[in-house]
């Protein structure tokens, strides 16, 4: 597999100290996912998200979790556009593969509005990747989308680091907030860039022993929680044919 970038995340849901000042680097984005009210794509190990950033046009991912990389089909490992992604913690380590898309400019909006098909801000490739891993009887244009949440996103270099990171911060609509820091590496350097990198937020008071959860996974369960309840304002099924994770570390590569 040919490497395609590397790095080490660290996530916390409280403020980091110690941190130079920088300014955004990119625009706020705004991230929806797709799911049942249940969450059964999740529990099938399916992730299914489209994303829109100011100035930079919109996006769409269907991701595999976990997955063996040697055994994903080669067609889809060589796609320029598929990636794979191994997350490290201090209670093991799980790969996952993302296969990327890029619709239109306006299109998940027009989605979320009801405007477009949730099916068509996919790729051929990434509805075909879709539908060899949903469990029967669930369509794309049948499933909720959760969301959005605010996602800002910077550049920054620490002091008492020799590592750019690049920040993350989630924004829920309760007020809440999950922080992700990142840092590229070499592939061989990863888990110990991760441990450098855990022992330098541990030493601005960052508490890196909360219980382990990705971001995927902590919006799922906070919309569909919000769905459950009646209290979501944008979580919502489709028309029919219209229709945290602290201390882990994240490894990229490309077939």
Sequence with gaps: MRQK?????ENSERNAHGFSDCAPQRPARRVFFFDTPDLTLDEHGLV?????????????????????PSKLPRD????????????????????????KGFPTEGDVRKAMTGGKSVRKLFTK????????????????DELT????????????????????????????????????????????????????????LASRGIDLSSKQQTKTRSALEFFAKQLGSG????????????ASAPASTTTKSRA
Aim: with cysteine.
């Design 125 to 140: 490739e990434q509805r075909a990747l879709f539908a060899e891993h949903v469990p029967d009887g669930i369509e794309l």
């Design 48 to 68: 299914v998200r489209a994303r829109r950033s100011q100035g930079k046009g919109d996006d769409t991912v269907v991701k595999l979790r976990p997955v063996v």
């Design 5 to 9: 970038a590397h790095r080490a995340t």
């Design 76 to 99: 889809l490992r060589q796609s320029p556009d598929f990636g794979v992604e191994l997350d490290a913690s201090p209670k093991g380590y799980v790969c996952s593969g993302s296969l």
């Design 145 to 200: 989308m959760l969301g959005p949440l605010l996602v800002l996103k910077l550049k920054n270099l620490p002091q008492g680091y020799d590592r750019r990171l690049v920040v993350e911060l989630w924004l829920y609509p309760d007020g809440s907030r999950i922080l992700e820091l990142s840092t590229k590496c070499a592939p061989a350097e990863a888990f110990q860039v991760a441990a450098e990198t855990r022992a330098f």
């Design 231 to 242: 209290k979501t304002e944008t979580g919502r099924r489709q028309p029919k044919a219209n």
